[in-house]
């Protein structure tokens, strides 16, 4: 079946330097990768998603980069804000039926 | 905000009663999911439905049953709620129409005493 992890579990990033959030996935059938931010007591939000056969994707401030030689997804933020503070989980589907979800990093901005 | 309604939004119920959570939707989405999340698991799939009365197991389905009768409505019930079903329900809907985005709810939290 599908797998999917993180790399870590935690990220600290001082306020406006760049992150880097890591994913790996063991199923090279998924459609899509995508990359969703939990706040604290509140449901996942989409943030953006890559097809498989794309190897980058840019979205405002944000950058997602598929490797499938390695099976490797990233997420990078660039400029962090206090905002960005969150639990990012990465994501893949195979067509609309199942979305499986990794562990999740938490990501916390240093002032 | 997607029109995505989880209610009860907190519970406690005691182990071997059987405890229904419901998920509504205003948006006329196709797909609709039941996903738990507990510390160190992420998210997991418990059930989903592709459309009215059509549902489908996810990978931790045991113990739980889905029901869709109605396209804005999916509701999850545990049968007989043991601890190890403590947990923050979250439900979500879709309509991949080209795109994978899905909405998710505000979350369930249910104590299993």
């Known amino acids: 079946g599908e797998s999917v992890g993180l790399h870590l579990p935690t990220l600290s990033v001082q306020e406006g330097d760049n992150s880097i959030i890591n994913c790996a996935y063991s199923?090279?059938?998924?459609?899509?990768f995508i990359w969703y931010k939990q706040e604290s007591g509140k449901g996942p939000q989409f943030i953006i998603d890559?097809?498989?056969?794309?190897d980058k994707r840019q979205g405002q401030r944000v950058t997602v980069l598929l490797n499938k030689t390695v099976k490797h997804l990233s997420l990078q933020i660039a400029a962090t804000q206090p905002g960005d503070s969150a639990v990012y989980f990465c994501?893949?589907?195979?067509?609309?039926?199942?979305?499986?979800f990794g562990q999740g990093t938490r990501l916390t901005i240093n002032p | 905000d997607a029109g995505i309604t989880q209610s009860p939004r907190h519970k406690v119920t005691e182990t071997g009663t059987p405890v229904t959570l419901r998920c509504h939707q205003t948006?006329?989405?196709?797909?609709m999911y039941w996903y738990r999340q507990d510390p160190g698991h992420g998210l997991r799939l418990i059930h989903y439905?592709?459309?009215?009365?059509?549902?489908d197991k996810g990978e931790v389905s045991d113990g739980y049953s889905v029901s869709r009768s109605k396209t804005e409505d999916f509701l999850l019930t545990l049968e007989s709620a043991t601890s190890s079903q403590t947990s923050v329900y979250f439900c979500?809907?879709?309509?991949?129409?080209?795109?994978?985005?899905?909405?998710f709810g505000q979350g369930t939290r249910l104590t299993v005493v």
């Open positions: 979500a809907i879709s309509d991949f129409q080209g795109r994978t985005e899905a909405f």
């Open positions: 890559i097809r498989s056969n794309m």
């Open positions: 199923n090279s059938a998924s459609d899509y």
């Open positions: 439905s592709y459309g009215v009365k059509d549902t």
């Open positions: 994501a893949l589907s195979q067509g609309a039926q199942k979305l499986v």
């Open positions: 948006e006329n989405h196709r797909y």
